[in-house]
Structures are given as C-alpha cells and as structure tokens.
C-alpha cells in the first residue's frame, strides 16, 4: 500500500515528508477507536524482535487475571532462561523474582532470561506458553502473526505485521489498563541497579508514555510508540529502521503530525485498524541486515577518500610538531651551562621530596 494520511478527500494525498521513501512498515491510529491516521505497508511480514514481549506481557496480565499467578508469586530463573542471550537481568540459576518485578524487567529492560521466566511460571514450559500466544494472536484477530518464542529472539517462523502489533498495542492498554504505568517507565530498580528503558521517547517527546522497542539484525529498529496529549493518545508502530535514532525520529515525527492534525477526523472519519483495506502487495518477511547501522549486524563505518586524506594529513602534522618539540628540548638540554655537583645534588633532593 502506498503511504498516505488517511484523511479522506483532498488530505488523502498528503504524505509525511519526513518518512524516507525506502521506510520500512509504519501504522499511525488512535488508541481509543483504532482510527488510521497513517498507513505504509502495514500488512507486510517483518520479524517483531522485542516487541513480543508486548504480547508475553498480555498473557501474563491474563494469567493473573485469571488467578493462575499473583504479582507477589515468585518466578524462577531455570537453567534455560539463565542461558538466554542479551538483552537480560543476568539471573544465576535458582534465583527468584516477583511476578512484579519480573514484569518490570520484560517491559523495560526487555529483558530475553526474564520472558523465559515469566512462559514457565505461567505456562509450565515455553511451548505451552507459546501455544497461548498464538492462540491469544487469533483471539485478537493478528491474522498474519506467529510466534516461536516468548523473547523475540531470531527465528524464521516468527512473523508478525504493523496491523497485527497495532491490534495488539491497543488490546494490551485497554483489556489491561491498570498496568498502563510500565508501559512509560524510563527505568526501574534491582536492589542497587537501575536499569533504563530503551525506549529514548520516554525521556524526550511529550506526553510520551510507551510503548515498547525491538530489535535483531533482520529486523532492524522496530517501536511502538504511545503518547498521550490533552486526553487523546496516538499510538505509532515503526518496523525496519537502520539505527535506534531513525527509528525515534520516525515515530516522533508521526506522532506530533497526528496530534497537530488529528481535528481532522471529526469531519473525515478515516477508517479504523480492521477495516483498512487488505495491502494486495503486502510482501513476505524479508530480512534488512544490510542497512543496519550496528556493529552486531556486521555494519563498518566507510570512510570517503577526502576524511582518509585530511586523517593522514593530520597525524602527519601532530608527528612533524613532536618532532619539533622534541629537537627544541634537546637543544635546550645541551645549551644549558654546567652547573657545580653540589648544586645539583641539593636541587635532586627538593625535587623529590
């Protein structure tokens, strides 16, 4: 689908000049309704990383709902979870947790070891929790999401698209809404560790008040955003970008374009999440590790032939002015006259007390 604001009419033409042309997926709505502000390839498979914690935490929030677990309950860290890779707490094996904390932990620290944790706790074992995951996908009608695993760790099979991660963001919030304030926390403590959110919006755009980052290599820089202005919150779901800024920047840039514009819909009345038509080039995940800007993902910063150039010229600079200083000390040692032993002896000694 091409990228448009969804506002009907004449504004249905209007694009953000922001949004690069190469962008990767994009969905800007409102919580509330679900009305699309802004569409871009929004049916399009992509690998959601951390952003299935989203739906980790939902089932956990059921499971307690359900009185399964308490937030007092204690999770366990099991020689799997201890093995997960980072992002993670670092947990030794047998160490416990609250539920609370824990949830903390995932939302947060997106931390992998944690989400292993909370699937066992709930479930008995990950399968059984990842069973409830997909079940819970179709419950909320993510049509084209499957989930693998509790952490989004690298797997083939686990899909997802900005539609489904916007059915979901706005089902986590509303079915689940007293645990809204985790969703906007920049960081939280460990008994002296603090640990900060990833989510740089927390901290720099206002009203902002989630949602949750993701990332691998394939997927590149993925985020749900939230922010909250004058009782109206817009949500933004942004999949693909090369770097943790670009991906910040595309979904602030969405956000205060919806909140400047959003008078709009009282007379345009856009259409909502489920009702935006089937994208019929909706494209099969691909992988964008090539046009990541991380050092993880095999990225090398390509110096142009000028900056190698003026480098050279510069340590060749800083060499010749040692060399200098060098010759000019040397020259000033050997120009000094000799002075009697005495007084050198007595110059050593208050030298070196």
Not at 155 to 173: C, G, P, Y
Not at 298 to 322: E, V
């Amino acid at each position: 689908m091409r990228a448009g604001f969804l506002f009907g009419g004449l504004f249905a033409i209007a694009a953000l000049t922001t949004v690069p042309a190469m962008a990767g997926p994009a969905l800007l709505f409102e919580a509330t309704t679900g009305k699309v502000l802004y569409a871009e390839d929004q049916d399009n498979l992509w690998h959601p990383a951390s952003l299935t914690k989203i739906m980790t935490a939902y089932v956990t929030f059921a499971a307690i709902r359900d009185g399964e677990l308490k937030l007092d309950s204690k999770v366990t860290c099991s020689e799997t979870a201890a093995k997960e890779p980072p992002s993670k707490v670092g947990l030794p094996i047998g160490a416990e947790m609250s539920v609370e904390l824990a949830l903390k932990a995932l939302i947060v620290k997106s931390a992998n070891d944690v989400a292993v944790m909370l699937a066992e706790s709930v479930a008995g074992n990950v399968d059984a929790f990842v069973a409830r995951m997909n079940a819970t996908a179709r419950k909320l009608g993510m049509t084209r999401t499957n989930y693998v695993n509790p952490n989004g760790l690298p797997a083939d099979a686990q899909v997802t698209t900005a539609r489904d991660l916007a059915k979901l963001s706005r089902a986590v919030i509303r079915d689940f809404p007293q645990y809204a304030d985790l969703w906007g926390m920049p960081s939280f403590q460990i008994g002296k560790l603090r640990l900060a959110s990833h989510n740089s919006l927390l901290r720099t755009l206002q009203g902002a008040d989630g949602l949750k980052t993701g990332f691998i290599c394939d997927s590149g820089f993925n985020v749900v955003a939230s922010a909250t202005r004058d009782g109206t919150r817009l949500m933004a779901v942004v999949l693909g970008e090369p770097s943790s800024q670009d991906r910040s920047i595309r979904a602030a840039s969405l956000l205060e374009h919806g909140f400047q514009h959003f008078g709009w819909k009282t007379f345009f009345n856009p259409t909502d999440i489920d009702n935006l038509p089937l994208d019929s080039n909706a494209k099969q995940v691909i992988s964008v590790r090539d046009t990541v800007l991380s050092w993880d993902c095999g990225y090398r910063p390509k110096r142009r032939a000028a900056d190698r150039a003026a480098t050279l010229k510069s340590r060749s600079a800083r060499a010749k002015l040692r060399r200098k200083v060098r010759d000019a000390t040397q020259k000033g040692k050997s120009a000094q006259p000799d002075k009697p032993t005495a007084q050198k002896t007595v110059a050593g000694k208050n030298a070196s007390n």
